[in-house]
């Protein structure tokens, strides 16, 4: 995985957001099941989102260089 | 204390990497941090989203910290004077969600606990407002999800945060749609305290592990540094 | 490399002013309520343009935007959700918006000519059937002594000059003909549909004894006052119903609301819409169709029937009133046997007598019989809560199981709870009388007196954000 696979996979969120948004509505107005009921797939397909960003690409962290120094 | 490239320009902030100070001028900022010219990674990928990434230092904002601290008394609106207006809807929601639910645990041992938690969500969303100001006034470069809790990278642990999303998006999803009763499930909410203090503790004791080893420099200040505006939480 | 680069504001702005446009040409293409089912498609559209402009850039090797849809998008987005949902709600039946005139103002070019159509007039038989052909428009239908058919009323022609509309006056008389003992109303309105929409809002009176079928569409319909039997179909608009001595046929879609009282035949009702209140039928009663309102159901003397894909009800009698909602049924006063099955609803009974069989996928069930002698009951819920108040005197044998929960006895001595695996059941009953069956899978069983003043407070009901148990 390469980190342009990460930007890829961070780009297309939010057309996917807007595309899974645009069906829960329609899912309501067809009466099959309201938007009040369906609204955590939102925060899945978030997470998953994140979740394959992170994989492709881990964020290094940095090391506080300060830490273990004398405090005062 | 100046900066060590202009030394008679005051240090707005501290190198993560090495620890010098740095002056408006030299702060570069990356991957939610702060590092000098020496250090600033040059992966595309590490610029976070919204910052300004190619104006390092922003130029410093007109902005009355005092009034942001009055404005975030307002749920969203110390985010949204601070021009981050997905954070502050973000507020909101939170703000909102904390105040359905402790009215749905009516009677529940978890109301107490909402209850403080809408008491600090509430003090926290002014002073966040206030420091975020304040450093758009100096001139440090805020991006959208500013936060006075820090920024730490997870490399080598697991992404606790989408986990933990899809997770509770899961357990919502599948109350919502009858499958379980969320009821049921709740009931355990201690664990979560539990589940924290067991993390924190981990974390603690196992020590911070540098995941780069940091290059060879001058020894680091020997005094933390005082007036960082960048946020600190090894305390 | 931003939102402003994308194809798809452009291109969802064409869509648009497409669709506007095929309102013009063709005004019988119904905008209002095309818009208020398809909008989220914008969305999905928008979602799906920017998608196929990423995926395409990432295998082109060019930068990828960091930010597809700008904060100013979202709020956009936000707009059109709100907007949109109001469009679903301005629909319904008494909507203040409704009558502001906003569903006129999509129409906003041409201008409307009133023209009066001259009364028709024919002798008839005391009995004949009256047909109203398909036609845009209202109609108020109603019963006389005598044996004339009348038919008075105006029209409404929206075009953009006088002559326009002078012509399609013309071109679309009202015409009443008499074929042996049929007596068919046409207002010939196929042809100028196309660009001059217009509508007939009639008044018809027949001899009571007449039997009328009509059809309909964007209009409302009233008919009253017939001994004769009423089939109606109509298309987004509402229907009132009443004192009508045959049976009574309706089909609607997308209705606003349905009201029909004091029939004294039959009633079969289909298709989709809001709201349906049945008052005083005498007749059986058939509903099958979607209701995304209130059903409501008051005095209905003969067995009622309701069927759609989520919820089926049979009841002999409904001696008070029943208000299904999606998510609630509330009923007083039913008369046995009452049968239930429905998946996501939240059920009241007050009052009822004969037997009961209630299956619930998810959702509490109240029973609260007020008359003896209980009949039997039966009542299944996969997961909610269950709460029986017995009246004072009942004689009845019970067996209650919570799966996974707990049940509590209110009621006194005469039942004897004890735990079965992980969940609890309850046995007991005074007089050896007819069996009571609760069964929950997941949730609580509460057996109380009706004499017994009880300290607790209802459960509750809103399942939606009752997170945290008591």
Redesign the interface.
């Known amino acids: 995985m390469t980190t342009r696979a990460a930007l890829f996979v961070r780009a297309i969120r939010d057309p996917i957001l807007l595309i899974l948004i645009g069906v829960l509505f329609a899912v309501q107005q067809a009466g099959i099941l309201p938007v009040s009921r369906t609204w955590p797939l939102l925060l899945i397909v978030i997470g998953f989102l994140k979740l394959i960003e992170r994989l492709a690409a881990p964020r290094p962290s940095y090391p506080n260089p300060n830490w273990g120094a004398q405090s005062r | 204390m100046n900066c060590y490239l202009h030394p008679d320009a005051p240090a707005v902030a ?6 010098r100070a740095l002056c408006t001028v030299c702060t570069r900022p990356a ?1 939610g ?1 702060i590092f000098c010219p020496e250090h600033v ?1 040059l ?5 976070p ?2 910052s300004a990434v190619a104006n390092p230092v922003a130029a410093p904002v007109q902005t009355s910290p005092g009034l942001a601290f009055l404005l975030g008394l307002i749920p969203g609106v110390g985010a949204i004077y601070n021009g981050q ?2 954070k502050g809807l973000v507020h909101a929601i939170i703000f909102g969600l904390l105040i ?2 402790t009215s ?2 009516d ?2 041992a ?2 107490p606990l909402l209850g403080m938690l809408i008491a600090v969500f509430y003090c926290y969303m002014p002073f966040e407002a206030y420091h975020t100001a304040k450093k758009r006034q100096i001139g440090v470069p805020v991006d959208e999800w500013s936060s006075l809790l820090s920024q ?5 642990r697991a ?1 606790v ?13 599948l ?4 499958l379980i ?4 499930i ?2 355990f ?1 201690p664990v979560i305290l539990i589940v924290l203090g067991a993390y924190m503790l981990y974390s603690r004791l196992s020590g ?1 592990t ?5 290059e060879p ?1 001058a020894p ?6 005082e007036d960082a505006l960048e946020a ?1 939480n ?1 305390h | 490399m931003n939102s402003r680069s994308s194809l798809a504001g452009p291109l969802i702005l064409i869509a648009i002013g497409g669709l506007f446009l095929a309102h013009t040409i063709s005004p019988g293409f119904d905008l209002e309520r095309w818009i208020a089912d398809y909008w989220p498609y914008i969305l999905v559209a928008w979602g799906g343009i920017l998608l196929l402009e990423i995926a395409i850039r990432f295998l082109r090797g060019a930068p990828l935007p960091l930010k597809p849809v700008s904060a100013g998008g979202w709020l956009a987005a936000i707009v059109i959700c709100i907007a949109g949902s109001l469009t679903h709600f301005a629909h319904r039946h008494d909507f203040w918006w409704h009558h502001a005139g906003w569903v006129e103002g999509v129409r906003i070019f041409g201008q409307e000519h009133d023209y009066v159509i001259a009364p028709l007039q024919k002798t008839v038989g005391p009995a004949p059937h009256v047909i109203l052909e398909s036609f845009h428009g209202s109609a108020k239908v109603g019963g006389i002594d005598g044996n004339t058919v009348t038919v008075t009323g105006h029209k409404a022609i929206r075009s953009f000059d006088a002559h326009e509309a002078d012509a399609a006056n013309a071109a679309t008389p009202v015409s009443l003909a008499l074929e042996g003992n049929t007596v068919v109303i046409r207002c010939k309105q196929e042809r100028f549909q196309a660009h001059t929409p217009v509508r007939a809002d009639l008044e018809i009176q027949v001899p009571k004894a007449a039997s009328v079928e009509a059809a309909g569409a964007q209009g409302d319909f009233d008919i009253s006052s017939l001994t004769g039997d009423v089939d109606l179909k109509n298309r987004g608009g509402s229907m009132h119903i009443d004192n009508i001595g045959g049976g009574v046929s309706i089909e609607g879609h997308h209705s606003d609301i349905i009201r029909c009282s004091g029939v004294k035949g039959p009633m079969t009702v289909r298709g989709d819409g809001n709201d349906l209140e049945l008052d005083g039928i005498s007749g059986p009663v058939s509903i099958a169709g979607r209701y995304l309102g209130t059903l409501l159901l008051h005095q209905l003397t003969q067995p009622v029937e309701i069927s759609n894909f989520h919820t089926n009800f049979h009841a002999q009698r409904v001696d008070g009133e029943m208000r299904l909602t999606s998510g609630d049924l509330n009923a007083e006063d039913l008369v046995g046997p009452v049968r239930l099955a429905t998946h996501a609803t939240d059920v009241k009974l007050n009052g009822f007598t004969g037997t009961l069989d209630v299956s619930v996928d998810s959702g509490d069930v109240e029973l609260a019989p007020r008359h003896l002698p209980l009949a039997g009951m039966t009542v299944h819920t996969r997961s909610g809560d269950i709460e029986l108040t017995l009246p004072a005197g009942a004689s009845f044998t019970l067996t209650a199981f919570a799966a996974r929960g707990d049940v509590r006895n209110e009621f006194g001595a005469a039942l004897h709870e004890h735990s079965e695996g992980r969940g609890t059941r309850l046995e007991g009953g005074v007089g050896g009388g007819p069996q009571i069956t609760l069964m929950t899978g997941s949730g609580n069983i509460t057996v109380r007196r009706a004499d017994v003043a009880t300290p607790s407070g209802a459960p509750g009901t809103e399942r939606a954000v009752g997170f945290f148990p008591q």
């Open positions: 501290y190198c993560r990497m090495c620890g991957e941090t990674p992966n595309p990928y590490a610029a989203v919204g207006y997905i359905s639910l749905a645990s009677g529940s978890a109301q730490r990278g997870y490399a080598g992404p945060g989408p986990i933990l999303l899809i997770v509770i998006g899961v357990l919502f999803l109350d919502t749609l009858h009763d969320f009821r049921d709740a009931r909410w911070p540098p995941h780069r080893p940091p420099q680091p200040p020997s005094r933390p540094p600190r090894d």
